[in-house]
Structures are given as structure tokens and as C-alpha cells.
């Protein structure tokens, strides 16, 4: 009996061979589809075929995660019919002993291009021949000097764009490393925008090194202060930086709450595990565009959306100030703005208690009434009060000035000096204190002219020519604060 059961287990193993090849073909670890990642535009098609090491798979059932994004057939063809993204998974089983899947990605998205001052002009009808649909176009950066870090294009990008029939965003390079500084930079953004209508967000860009040191909920109260601020002048809002810093820095739900915009390039979907509308993949050559430009898909449609533009305010009763209760400015931050709401037609007046500590003067106006700034000039605490013209409704804050650090400037040829009429030289100055904006002033032009101010090492050259006789002082003044002597000079 015992060999009898021997040989019927051993002819049983034989007979099961004889199967098991015909499933290893189609059922192995092998079992592949000819793509696992696809970008489409709306209504484009394409083919997924599934394999069993060289052999084509037919046998399978095809689904789509998310159909009124993404279709696909009992062949394996897929179309793209809406923005959005969907999975596309492809199955085949045998009986209830085997059963393989595979999937593909399939992004369904809108193609866009983002740009600054360092992509020159741009020439728009190039571009939307091209067929970019949104543009998200920088604003400037930081928040220290206004003037000088709006972006130089900003004006005829957002022109261009929307007069080709362009979508257009925004976005703001930050430096904030406090919550005040990121509300300051979204004061300069709006400031910029000048309630300009919008299809896509305002988006705060944060990548730069400065940020590298900050705790995830440091960056969160960061991101919190510039989009909330965005919100509620009246536009939608994102953030945008690279997979690595977004995995390390901006985990705070205070970040989550916004849109995403993500930066992940050389791969074919961003290695992000957390829900994003928009994802930049590389920098390419588009036509109407000098160099390389950065290149995005968007997966929500924005501009099916309602335009985004704020409105003055209609109440005459509103009259509101961005600024915080107390302010303290610091050697790096020593320009402060802020917001009035109002539906005046005439612009407030602003007063300082101390002009010595601050000097307040109107800035400009703004879609929702109208911005201020205050200049740091010394030492101690004033009181800013800004009072409508119209109704009389007034609103106040405090600001703490610091002792300005006193500058002293040496020259190459000493504090005073002689030249001959006619002569020029390119006067070394070296100040005690470094500063960027520093610009020169001569107290008699008949005497001596300047010329541009180039940056050395450790100072200035300031071109200067002897012009006619005399003598004449040489001031050097930083942003707001009092001239300060260079030198005498006297020409001969």
C-alpha cells in the first residue's frame, strides 16, 4: 500500500508540471506594462499594452481610477478627457488560484512656463503659439527695498501674457526668516500686483538657504503669514519649492492647508507623497523665451475659475490697518509698510510722534485703499497715526527704534585733499559700516561732479572730477539717515 501511494503522489507531481509552465507565462514577476508613468494634454491618446517578459498579455481587464479624468478601453487605449490625475490599472487573473496587476500613472495637465527679469523680454505670441496655456510670473523678492527688488519685468510679462490669451499667476521670492518679514513680503507682492485680476495663484516661493536653519514649525508660521495675507486681500494662494525641502521643512499643517506647487526634475513623476496642483519638471527651450525656461504642468484647472481681483471696499465705515500693534526695527530691516483699507477716494494722512525714531510718508495706493511707509531714523519709540480724510476714523501703532551705529569714512588720499581743475580720480571710500545703498553728495557741483559708485572690497570708487575752483565737502548718506563727511576737497 505505502508504494502504491508513492507512485500515485510521484505520477501526481508529473502531471502538474505539465500545467504549471502554461500559468508561468503569464503569471510571473514579470509581469510588465509598457508604461507606468504617462503625461497627457486634454483629449490625447495612447496605448498601454501589458507583457509577460517578451509576450504580449491580451487576456486582461482595464480599469481607471478616476473615469471622468481618464478613460480606457477593453484594449488598453487610454484618453484623456478632463485635468486631473488617475490611475489606469490593467488585471489578469486565473480563476481564483493567480491574479496579477499592473498600473500606470496618467497625469492629465495643463502646460505652463514661469518667468522673471532674467528671461529678458519675452516675446508672448511666440509662447502661446507654443501652446502654453498659464504663465506664473515672479513679482520680486524680499521685502528690505522695495523699489529696487520688484521685478523689472513684471509690468510687460503680465501685459504680454494676458494679452495673448495667457493664464496668468504670480510669485514671491522670500528671504523671510520671521513671521513679520514674510507679512512684509506679502505687502511688496500685493503692492506690485496692484489688484491686477488673476487666473492662477499668488504663489510664496520659499527655497533659499536662508530658510535651512528654520524648524518645520517656524516655517509653517513663515508660510501661514504670507498666504493668509495673500487670502485675504482677495486672491487664492500656493506654496512652491523642491521635494527635498518640502519633505524637510514644510511638513506644519499650516502649510498643508495651501496649494502645492512642487519642483522635481529628471524624473518622470515627483518622488511627493502628499496631493499637489502644480509640478515644474525641467527647464526647456521655449520659443519667444531667451534661455532655458522653466516649464510646469498644472493639474487643476485655476483659470475655470473665477478670476481672482480684490475690490475697494464699499463701507465708509471700514477703515483698517495691516500694521502690527508694536513694530521693532532692526539694522536689516530698517523700512516698514503698511496697509489702510478703505473705500476713501482721497488717500489718509499719516503722522510719526517722533519723527527722530521714525518718519512715516505715503507710499501709494493700493486696489484696497492705500500703503505707508515708515523709515527708521533713531533711537527710542514713536507713535504712527494714520487719520481718514474723509471720516475722520483714525488707527495707530507703535514702533522701537535702535540706536543707529555711527559710520566713519576714510579715503585713499586722506579726509582732505587737493586737485587740479580739470583733474579725475576715482576716489577709494572705506566706511566703518558696509552698506548698499549708499549714494554720494557734494556740497558745491561747481567745484567737483561725481560719477556712478562702483563696489570694491571694503568700500566704494567714486569717479570724481575738478571741475572749478573752490573747495567743496563730500557727503556719503545711507537710505534715510543724516549725510555724513567724507572729505574737503579743494580745487586749485
Known amino acids: 500500500m505505502k508504494k502504491r501511494l508513492g507512485s500515485f503522489f510521484l505520477v501526481f507531481a508529473m502531471l502538474m508540471t505539465l500545467f504549471l509552465p502554461a500559468y508561468a507565462d503569464t503569471y510571473t514577476t514579470d509581469f510588465m ?41 477593453s484594449t488598453g487605449t487610454v484618453t484623456a478627457l478632463a485635468i486631473g ?18 498600473s500606470c500613472s496618467v497625469n492629465v495637465g495643463i502646460p505652463g512656463i514661469d518667468v522673471s527679469q532674467h528671461r529678458g523680454v519675452i516675446d508672448w505670441p511666440k509662447v502661446k503659439a507654443a501652446g502654453i496655456q498659464f504663465a506664473i510670473i515672479r513679482t520680486g523678492y524680499g521685502n528690505e527695498n522695495w523699489a529696487k527688488q520688484t521685478d523689472t519685468q513684471f509690468e510687460n510679462n503680465y501685459k504680454g501674457a494676458t494679452a495673448n490669451g495667457i493664464a496668468v499667476g504670480a510669485y514671491h521670492y522670500s528671504y523671510a526668516t520671521n513671521v513679520t518679514m514674510a507679512a512684509q513680503e506679502a505687502e511688496m507682492c500685493l503692492s506690485v500686483l496692484k489688484g491686477r485680476p488673476l487666473q492662477y495663484p499668488v504663489v510664496f516661493d520659499v527655497e533659499d538657504k536662508v530658510h535651512n536653519s528654520l524648524s518645520a514649525d517656524q516655517m509653517g508660521q513663515i508660510v501661514n503669514a504670507f498666504c493668509s495675507r495673500i487670502q ?33 526634475w529628471g524624473v518622470s513623476q515627483p518622488n511627493f507623497n502628499r496631493p499637489y496642483t502644480m509640478w515644474q519638471y525641467a527647464a526647456q527651450s521655449i520659443p519667444g523665451v531667451n534661455g532655458l525656461c522653466d516649464v510646469n504642468y498644472s493639474y ?16 465708509p465705515n471700514v477703515f483698517t490697518s495691516s500694521a502690527l500693534s508694536s513694530y521693532s526695527f532692526t539694522d536689516q530691516s530698517p523700512d516698514y509698510f503698511y496697509r489702510i483699507t478703505t473705500a476713501d477716494a482721497v488717500a489718509p494722512t499719516a503722522v510719526s510722534s517722533d519723527p527722530n ?13 492705500y500703503i505707508f511707509h515708515v523709515i527708521h531714523k533713531g533711537e527710542g519709540q514713536a507713535t504712527i497715526t494714520t487719520t481718514s480724510a474723509v471720516t475722520g476714523a483714525s488707527v495707530s501703532f507703535t514702533v522701537t527704534g535702535n540706536a543707529l551705529p555711527k559710520v566713519v569714512y576714510f579715503t585713499d588720499l586722506g579726509s582732505s585733499f587737493t586737485l587740479q581743475k580739470g583733474q ?46 573752490g573747495t567743496t565737502p563730500i557727503y556719503a548718506q545711507v537710505g534715510g539717515r543724516a549725510p555724513v563727511l567724507v572729505a574737503t576737497v579743494t580745487v586749485s
Open 33 to 73: 506594462i509598457s508604461s507606468t508613468f504617462a503625461q497627457m494634454k486634454k483629449g490625447d491618446t495612447m496605448q498601454l499594452r501589458v507583457y509577460s517578459g517578451t509576450t504580449e498579455v491580451t487576456q486582461v481587464t482595464w480599469a481607471s481610477s478616476n473615469p471622468a479624468v481618464v478613460q480606457v478601453n
Open 232 to 264: 485675504q486681500a482677495g486672491y487664492k494662494t500656493a506654496v512652491y519649492s523642491y521635494v527635498n525641502f518640502y519633505n524637510a521643512r514644510l511638513t506644519s499643517p499650516l502649510v498643508a492647508q495651501y496649494d502645492t506647487w512642487i519642483a522635481h
Open 300 to 315: 487643476y484647472d485655476y483659470a475655470g475659475t473665477a478670476a481672482q481681483q480684490p475690490t475697494k471696499p464699499t463701507d
Open 85 to 102: 490625475q488617475a490611475t489606469v490599472t490593467a488585471t489578469s487573473a486565473s480563476g481564483a488560484i493567480v491574479s496579477c496587476s499592473v
Open 357 to 369: 525714531v521714525a518718519e512715516v510718508k505715503f507710499s501709494q495706493q493700493s486696489a484696497d485703499g
Open 424 to 469: 579725475t580720480y576715482s576716489l577709494r571710500v572705506m566706511p566703518t559700516v558696509i552698506s548698499g545703498n549708499v549714494k554720494f553728495l557734494i556740497g558745491n557741483p561747481a567745484v567737483l561732479t561725481g560719477g556712478t559708485v562702483q563696489s570694491t572690497s571694503g568700500g566704494w570708487y567714486y569717479p570724481i572730477t575738478a571741475s572749478g575752483s
